[in-house]
């Protein structure tokens, strides 16, 4: 039997107001579900009271009453799906969490978070009572999946935990937070996805890549058209770090948005200049770009943009910035006199280089202001 008490006290504590159990005929019950316009609902609302369906015999239904003010979409949500899995459970005992019960702990953790993330509280421990707690132990390792412009009925909850325990070979953490989906994995269970030569941080990152390279396929390739961008942190210790976590994968989309559109998988330490850039006040920016004049109008040449951009992230190689373009190596050189005839800049020399890229990212910037 399910813990009815303990079930109370999580509904309680989510409402912040006591609930008070009531019996009726399950007749009546069903009149005032279909009253209210939601037929299927399990919560629903009546008189100025919320009311929710706590249990039914053959011809009477338990229901909770709790007098506030407004219920939120989540919130009534998450209290739908405690009060199905509690109902469920009348009948028998499951050998383990059931897929419903798992998404009420998602959807309360993840609820918590959020707010947590609007307080600006972001080294608070996770509550004692939310028993996802028990899966944050050891060293974690963070990824954010947002999805924008979704089509049809978007990800669901189940299905993308299912497709992820299976590609990481083990349990995982999925929260739901607003738009976005924090997965969090346990870094022992990513062992197989390792090299056997000693690890470095650049093979670790190299591993990172290629682990969010191939779950953003998989991803992409269950939820076409779903507009998908996934960013991807260090490891971190401990559950109270998990807000402020949260708070860098999110800048570090936006981050990506801005400034590589074309792109979808990002991370913090490839940004660190990016991230710079964008906290110079808006004035700032203004003034740079008109100082460097004449450059700034030629970054508005898509040609000339690609060029230099492809240039920079191939740190300055001219040889392998020529075979990506696709063009000969000469007509790379030829792109690069010419725009240091017109701009006095010259990318193959550091310093100038460094302005180059400072007016690029700018430019983009301003360009979407």
């Avoid at 009534?76 to 199905?84: P, V």
């Amino acid at each position: 039997m399910t813990n009815m008490n303990l079930l109370k006290q999580q509904i309680e504590q989510i409402l912040g107001a006591p609930l008070q159990l009531t019996e009726m005929e399950l007749q009546a019950w069903n009149e005032m579900t279909v009253a209210s316009g939601q037929p299927h609902s399990g919560v629903i609302r009546n008189n100025g009271k919320w009311l929710g369906r706590w249990s039914s015999g053959l011809s009477t239904v338990q229901v909770f009453e709790v007098e506030i003010a407004e219920l939120s979409e989540r919130e009534i949500q998450l209290i739908e799906l405690l009060l199905t899995y509690a109902y469920n459970g009348q009948e028998s005992k499951p050998s383990g969490p059931s897929r419903r019960e798992d998404e009420a702990r998602s959807v309360e953790m993840g609820d918590w978070l959020q707010d947590q993330i609007d307080r600006g509280e972001l080294e608070c421990p996770v509550p004692d009572h939310m028993s996802l707690k028990t899966h944050l132990q050891g060293t974690m390792l963070p990824f954010l999946l947002s999805v924008e412009h979704s089509s049809g009925d978007g990800i669901q909850f189940a299905k993308l935990n299912k497709l992820l325990r299976s590609y990481f070979g083990g349990e995982i953490v999925l929260l739901p937070i607003k738009e976005d989906w924090l997965i969090l994995v346990n870094e022992a269970i990513l062992q197989d996805f390792r090299e056997e030569s000693e690890p470095t941080q650049e093979a670790e990152r190299d591993m990172l890549d290629a682990l969010c390279q191939g779950l953003y396929e998989l991803i992409t390739n269950e939820w076409v058209g779903g507009g998908l961008q996934l960013a991807a942190g260090d490891p971190f210790t401990g559950d109270r770090h998990m807000a402020a976590v949260a708070v860098s994968l999110r800048e570090t989309l936006q981050l990506g948005r801005v400034f590589y559109v074309t792109e979808h998988i990002y991370f913090p330490w490839k940004l660190r200049l990016e991230r710079l850039i964008y906290s110079i006040p808006d004035n700032q920016r203004v003034q740079f770009v008109e100082e460097i004049g004449r450059q700034s109008e030629l970054l508005k040449d898509e040609e000339t943009r690609k060029t230099l951009q492809t240039f920079f992230q191939l740190d300055c190689n001219v040889s392998e910035t020529a075979k990506r373009l696709y063009i000969h190596r000469n007509t790379l050189l030829y792109r690069i006199d010419k725009f240091k005839q017109e701009t006095g800049l010259d990318v193959r020399s550091f310093q100038d280089a460094v302005l180059v890229k400072l007016g690029l990212l700018l430019y983009k910037l301003t360009k979407r202001a």
